[in-house]
Structures are given as structure tokens and as C-alpha cells.
């Protein structure tokens, strides 16, 4: 089955500098790739995702990119913010289910 | 206001006690799914379903069950819950077209503890 690897498990960065967050999988098969982002005690929210059939996806700070022949995408945080800090998932569908990475938690600093 | 409601968000109970907990959403999603989240373990899927009367198992389906009834609403049931189900789980919706779940909308979320 589907297996989602995500790297680094933490992450902290300075204000204003970028984060980059990444993810491999294993079925050739999937085609979407979502990245969701959890605040303490809340429940995942999705930020941005991607298809099979585009390499790269932005909106406003965020950006995703997928590399379909090396089965890796990744997600990438310009400009970070305090409120950017959260844990963040890549998850990618194979055969109708949903497998998620392990996820990153992101500390921003002030 | 779309959205995905689950009950309850809290839950403590003992072991062998079976319990049912419920997921609804209004946006006539054809997809829902059923997620645990454990500390290092990411979300992990137990079962989901792509419509009305048709489910399947996820990842981690051992000691759940699932039924799809309704279009909206898909309950998750435990019939003898153990400690190593403590867990907080989730609920989640999606269209579902042409053979694919897109953007799963997540429920609250209810955590549950069995002692």
C-alpha cells in the first residue's frame, strides 16, 4: 500500500524566513496531494493541495511543488508569520484512501 | 454554514462498553471517512465510504465498524472498546468525482479515553 514519508518532524525558523516542508510516497499511482495544517486543539484544515497533472501550485505565501518521476512533493512557507506555527500534514490519495505523513510541527520566532 | 458536526467531542469510558459515535455533514458530500490521530502516528484512516451503502477499510479498521445508511451521516461504532483505542478521532467529507476524494472537510473532532 500507499506509504507517505514527511521530513523534518520539526521545524523552527525566524520570522520572515522561509520554510520548506517535505514529503516522498510510494504508489505511482496517486495523483493528489493535499497538505492540511492543525492548530492546537483544532482540526486539520487544508491549505493547499495539488494534482498529478500540474508541477507546481502557489497562493499568496504558500506554494507546493510535485516531482511525479522521484515521487516527492513538498510545501513551501515565504515570509513566515507567528500564526504560521501549527503542525502541518502532506497526505497523498491512493485507491480511494487518504494516507497522511507523520507530520511537522512549525515554530515561527518571533 | 457547511460543515461537519460530530458528537460527542468528549468521551470517557470503560473497557467492553460499546459506544457509537456519530458524523454529520450538510453539504451532500458523496465521501466520509473516519481518521485516528495519535502523537507521532500523523492521522490514520479507519474506514471511509463513497456513498450511501458502500464502505470500506482503511489502514487501522481492527475493532471498528462503520455503516452509510444516509448520505449524510456516517457513524463510528466501537462494540467493545479497549485502552489501546484511546484516541482522538476524526470525521471528514468530500465530493467525490470521477473516482477520486478531494478536499476532506474535518469535523471537531472527539476524544476518547478507555480506561
Known amino acids: 500500500g500507499e506509504n507517505v514519508e514527511q521530513h523534518p518532524s520539526t521545524l523552527s525558523v525566524q520570522e520572515g524566513d522561509s520554510a520548506v516542508i517535505k514529503c516522498t510516497y510510494s504508489?505511482?499511482?496517486?495523483?493528489?496531494f493535499p497538505w492540511y495544517k492543525q492548530e492546537l486543539g483544532k482540526r486539520p484544515q487544508l491549505i493547499i493541495d495539488i494534482r498529478s497533472n500540474v508541477g507546481e501550485k502557489k497562493d499568496q505565501r504558500i506554494a507546493v511543488t510535485l516531482n511525479k518521476t522521484a515521487k516527492h512533493f513538498s510545501l513551501h512557507i515565504t515570509e513566515t508569520q507567528p500564526e504560521d506555527s501549527a503542525v502541518y500534514f502532506c497526505?497523498?490519495?491512493?485507491?480511494?484512501?487518504?494516507?497522511f505523513g507523520s507530520g511537522t510541527r512549525l515554530l515561527v520566532r518571533p | 454554514e457547511a460543515q461537519v458536526t460530530q458528537n460527542p467531542r468528549y468521551l470517557i469510558t470503560v473497557t467492553g462498553k460499546k459506544l457509537t459515535v456519530t458524523c454529520s455533514q450538510n453539504m451532500n458530500h458523496e465521501y466520509m471517512s473516519w481518521y485516528r490521530q495519535d502523537p507521532g502516528l500523523g492521522l490514520r484512516q479507519i474506514y471511509y465510504s463513497m456513498n450511501v451503502e458502500v464502505t470500506d477499510k482503511g489502514d487501522v479498521p481492527e475493532g471498528y465498524k462503520v455503516s452509510r445508511k444516509e448520505k449524510r451521516n456516517f457513524p463510528l461504532i466501537l462494540e467493545s472498546p479497549s485502552p489501546n483505542q484511546t484516541s482522538l478521532y476524526f470525521c471528514?467529507?468530500?465530493?467525490?468525482?470521477?473516482?477520486?476524494?478531494?478536499?476532506?472537510?474535518f469535523g471537531p473532532g472527539t476524544r476518547l479515553t478507555v480506561t
Open positions: 504508489d505511482s499511482a496517486s495523483n493528489y
Open positions: 497526505a497523498a490519495i491512493s485507491s480511494y484512501k487518504l494516507i
Open positions: 471528514a467529507s468530500s465530493i467525490f468525482s470521477r473516482g477520486q476524494a478531494y478536499e476532506q472537510y
